[in-house]
């Protein structure tokens, strides 16, 4: 090749590399875990504990108590900079010393991405999903009634209150593009953006992130449900805490067997749906009360839906068939009682 256009080939190239740097550069800040897990240990671990359980050994001191970091209720709640504000300390009670005064903002998202590291993501629960939005719901009394009832116990006041996340589709099925980081947008909780995006005919699925209190210890557990309330997935979230994890594991074949149980029109407890995995009582005992807050959380969630859409009744048509993950469910019209009735 002449000299000139080795030249002009070299100078293309270099044009590709710094434009292609240029666009890298405008994307959004991704933490490194690594060293998040390091600032974590020596900023945040004496008091949230050293695995984000909100257990550290100064945690008896503090009033009011740390929060549970890695948590995924917590995690996917609020936009990326109202995060990073809040590892910060932008809302750090009175008399709390401030977490911004040996934190950058770019330690917030290494810290964050350390966090986060562990927990599966709305987008690895359900694939198909592109948005979504983060609901936090107070149960009333009569929701706390029918909880108690199919929990076996009353539920203490610590929760009484769920995080759960509505996950949609946006477009007819099969021209759906699922985001480019594999991970739903959040639609913002004001009224125009529900209305527009938030649609009750592309809603695939309800997720949260339940901890399970058992006898050896307190697990995590990422429960999956489908539109009918139906469990589809349920998933112990890995922990750093060996314990944990160990306990996690050896539980998790008993915990995907209760896939398949529930549903909207059924109202027996959910349980172990393989006639050869027996649950035992701990854990039965924790997933009877971490579907109901579940369920009870979803049905606050569809009377606020009902009266965003009560003029557009179109939006509670479901399509044909949605797609979600591996498995296919078929809707018909819902929410009428004509159709409860003919089900009945």
């Known amino acids: 090749m002449p000299r000139p256009l080795k030249f002009?080939?070299?100078?293309?190239?270099?044009?590709?590399?710094?434009?292609?740097?240029?666009?890298?550069?405008?994307?959004?800040?991704t933490g490194d875990s690594y060293a998040g897990g390091r600032l974590y240990a020596v900023d945040c671990a004496a008091c949230h504990g050293a695995s984000g359980d909100g257990n550290g050994p100064m945690a008896q001191t503090l009033n009011p108590r740390p929060?549970?970091?890695?948590?995924?209720?917590?995690?996917?709640?609020?936009?990326?900079?109202?995060?990073?504000?809040?590892?910060?300390?932008?809302?750090?009670?009175?008399g709390v010393v401030a977490h911004r005064q040996g934190l950058s903002e770019l330690?917030?998202?290494?810290?964050?991405?350390?966090?986060?590291?562990?927990?599966?993501?709305?987008?690895e629960l359900v694939p198909t999903a592109a948005r979504y939005v983060s609901a936090t719901e107070k149960l009333?009394?009569?929701?706390?009634?029918?909880?108690?009832?199919?929990?076996?116990?009353?539920?203490?006041?610590?929760?009484?209150?769920?995080?759960?996340?509505?996950?949609?589709?946006?477009?007819?099925?099969?021209?759906?593009?699922?985001?480019?980081?594999?991970?739903?947008?959040?639609?913002?909780?004001?009224?125009?953006?529900?209305?527009?995006?938030?649609?009750?005919?592309?809603?695939?699925?309800f997720v949260a992130y339940e901890p399970l209190k058992l006898d050896k210890g307190t697990i995590e557990a990422a429960l999956v449900v489908d539109w009918q309330m139906m469990l589809t997935q349920v998933r112990a979230v890995p922990s750093s805490d060996p314990k944990v994890e160990a306990l996690g594991r050896k539980l998790q074949p008993i915990?995907?067997?209760?896939?398949?149980?529930?549903?909207?029109?059924?109202?027996?407890?959910?349980?172990?749906?393989?006639r050869w995995v027996r649950a035992p009582k701990d854990v039965q005992t924790a997933m009877l009360l971490a579907y109901a807050r579940l369920r009870e959380g979803a049905a606050?969630?569809?009377?606020?839906?009902?009266?965003?859409?009560?003029?557009?009744?179109?939006?509670?048509?479901?399509?044909?068939?949605?797609?979600?993950?591996?498995?296919?469910?078929?809707?018909k019209e819902h929410g009428t009682k004509k159709h409860h009735r003919r089900r009945r």
Request: net charge neutral; with cysteine; hydrophobic share 40%.
């Open 107 to 123: 330690d917030a998202h290494d810290i964050l991405a350390w966090l986060r590291g562990p927990v599966p993501t709305l987008g």
């Open 67 to 94: 929060t549970r970091l890695r948590d995924g209720s917590f995690l996917f709640s609020l936009p990326e900079a109202e995060m990073v504000k809040a590892i910060l300390g932008a809302n750090d009670p009175a």
């Open 255 to 274: 915990l995907s067997a209760y896939v398949g149980s529930g549903g909207e029109m059924n109202r027996k407890p959910v349980r172990p749906q393989k």
């Open 300 to 331: 606050m969630y569809k009377i606020g839906e009902q009266n965003r859409f009560w003029d557009d009744q179109d939006s509670f048509k479901f399509p044909a068939a949605v797609d979600q993950g591996k498995v296919k469910f078929q809707f």
């Open 8 to 29: 002009v080939a070299c100078a293309l190239a270099l044009g590709v590399f710094v434009a292609t740097t240029a666009h890298a550069d405008d994307a959004p800040l």
């Open 140 to 205: 009333d009394k009569d929701a706390l009634a029918r909880a108690a009832k199919e929990a076996g116990q009353p539920l203490p006041e610590a929760e009484h209150t769920i995080t759960e996340y509505v996950l949609f589709l946006l477009k007819p099925v099969g021209t759906e593009t699922p985001p480019v980081n594999g991970h739903p947008t959040r639609i913002p909780n004001n009224p125009g953006k529900l209305y527009a995006e938030a649609k009750p005919n592309r809603k695939v699925a």
